[in-house]
Nanobody, 128 residues
Framework: QVQLVESGGGLVQTGGSLRLSCVDS????????MGWFRQAPGKEREFVAA???????????HYADSVKGRFTISRDNAKNTVYLQMNSLKPEDTAAYYC??????????????????WGQGTQVTVSS
């Protein structure tokens, strides 16, 4: 059973940094695609970043334009953990951040319904 648990959220000032972590505590399956989405109050959930492993034909990382150059996704497969390093944070980055995972190598990792597993979310608040 896959169980995704996020951590690392919190309150930070504009320009600050946070690192989110997401671990599959169930450790039952190989999760070839792991991603991050976020949802701000009153808005729809949106794609942030994704990591796809084990395929020479797929790009290994994907980013939303709004975070490109500021956020970095990485993973430690031995620990079944994915990280999201967030630098140069802005107030518009304030949202609940959700980890998502799939046992498949997703060709469209920006689409949330492609993922089978979701964490409960961790709140990130950036003060101005």
């Amino acid at each position: 059973q896959v169980q995704l648990v996020e951590s690392g959220g919190g309150l930070v000032q504009t320009g600050g940094s946070l690192r989110l972590s997401c671990v599959d505590s169930g450790r039952a399956f190989s999760l070839y695609t792991m991603g991050w989405f976020r949802q701000a109050p009153g808005k729809e959930r949106e794609f942030v970043a994704a990591s796809v492993t084990g395929s020479p034909s797929m790009p290994p990382t994907h980013y939303a334009d709004s975070v490109k150059g500021r956020f970095t996704i990485s993973r430690d497969n031995a620990k079944n953990t994915v990280y999201l390093q967030m630098n140069s944070l802005k107030p518009e980055d304030t949202a609940a951040y959700y980890c998502a995972a799939s046992q498949r190598r997703l060709w469209a990792p920006r689409i949330e319904y492609e993922y089978e597993y979701w964490g409960q979310g961790t709140q990130v608040t950036v003060s101005s």
